[in-house]
Structures are given as C-alpha cells and as structure tokens.
C-alpha cells in the first residue's frame, strides 16, 4: 500500500461546486503539504502544514482552504471551483526533528482535477 | 521570493548523457534536490546535495553544485529509455520549512 494516499485520483466537477480532495499517510510525518502542478509552471505550494495546530499559506492559496483533521490526514477543499483550478493536485510529508530536516518530500499519486 | 528555473525540454540518444541545469536565488537553501516524475505517477527523490558540498556521485548520477553561481546541474551516464521522465530542481530552506521547485525538464531518450 501507498504511504501516502490520495482521495479521488481523478475528480471531474461543474464550476461554483466545493470539491474535497482528501491526503492521509502512514509515514507518521508531522508535515504535510499540498501542491499544484499544471504543465510548464512546475509545483506551485498552496498550504503547509508543520502539525495539526500549524496551518501556513502558500505561494497560491487563494480559493482554497484546508483542514488537518490529524497528524495523519490533511484535506484541500474548493469551496467554488472554477475552470482554472484544472490541474493535478499532489498531496507531501516530510519529517522533521534534529538531523532529520532535509526536506525531502514523500508525494502521493496525485488527484487529477477537472473543473468544467 | 525564492525562484528556481530549468530548461522545459532535453532530448537526447540512448547511451550518451543528459546534463540538466537549474538556477535558483535562494542564498539559504540548505538542500538542493532533483526528483524524477514518470507519467502517471507523483514525484519522487533521485538524488540531492548538501549546500556545502560540490559534488555528489552515485552510480549513474552526478550533481553539480557552484554556489557561487547558484547554479545546479544533474548528469545522467548512459541514458536509457528509462530515463525518459520530468527531472524537477528543488531547493529547501531548513528555516522557512518548505521547498520550491522550477518547473521540471522533459527528458526524452531515443532509441
């Protein structure tokens, strides 16, 4: 089984619906993060998440919203979608701690999104 | 902000080698990274290098580091068809706690 899973892996949706694209892993990482990748521009941060308490904003949050349910589950949430949020969402962890910060990030599969 | 930038596309032969470049401005990256993104599939570590180091080697693969230029480079021995995949520069900052990527390099291996 994956180690970091996510719910749908591909969703396609009317403009002005909420859509909730669910992340949960077994890493027992304390960071979480969501990004967006749409063809030639990369992986864009839209939120992060150090722990259950700590929710920060990234480069493109706008239109989007989270929740860290736990330790183990962090969801992003549209709450009125629209045509230029088509894209392929990827759910990360990584682990910090002393010697233990370098970053690297465990994605999951991908949620591919389809906004009409 | 921080800004990474790569080339968009490489194409190269089975058997020569592929060298991919990235830039980034981030004086504070404590790791640079390269992850390697197959169709279909998320992204995953190939390989990274401590700020402080100039070189890393392993097996196929070599990276550069010149911190100076803040450039960063990734070459690939003996290219297989295998290798054909989105090769994405990364570079974290140990303080902000979080990484940014340049926009990936399509490497394409033909037979």
């Known amino acids: 089984d994956a180690d970091v899973t996510q719910t749908p892996r591909n969703r396609i949706t009317k403009t002005g619906k909420r859509i909730m694209l669910e992340c949960s892993q077994t890493?027992?990482?304390?960071?979480m993060y969501w990004y967006r990748q749409d063809p030639g521009l990369g992986l864009r941060l839209i939120y992060y998440s150090f722990d259950v308490k700590d929710i920060n904003k990234g480069e493109i949050s706008d239109g989007y919203s989270v929740s860290r349910q736990a330790q183990a589950k962090f969801s992003l949430s549209l709450e009125s979608a629209i045509p230029n949020q088509t894209a392929l969402y990827f759910c990360?962890?990584?682990?910090?701690?002393?010697?233990?910060?370098?970053?690297?990030?465990?994605f999951g599969e991908g949620s591919r999104l389809t906004v009409l | 902000g921080e800004d990474v930038e790569q080339s968009l596309f490489l194409s190269v032969r089975e058997g020569d080698s592929s060298v991919i470049n990235c830039t980034y401005t981030?004086?504070?990256?404590?790791?640079l990274y390269w992850y390697k993104q197959e169709p279909g599939a998320g992204l995953q570590l190939l390989t990274y290098?401590?700020?402080?180091?100039d070189m890393k080697q392993d097996q196929r693969l070599t990276v550069l580091l010149n911190k100076k230029d803040k450039h960063l480079s990734l070459r690939i021995a003996d290219t297989q068809t295998g290798d054909s995949a989105i090769y994405f520069c990364?570079?974290?900052?140990?303080?902000?706690?979080?990484?940014?990527f340049g926009d990936g390099t399509t490497l394409t291996v033909k037979p």
């Open positions: 981030d004086s504070s990256s404590t790791y």
């Open positions: 990360a962890t990584s682990v910090a701690g002393i010697g233990r910060n370098t970053g690297e990030l465990f």
């Open positions: 290098i401590f700020s402080n180091m």
């Open positions: 890493k027992g990482h304390d960071r």
């Open positions: 990364a570079e974290y900052n140990t303080n902000a706690g979080k990484s940014t």
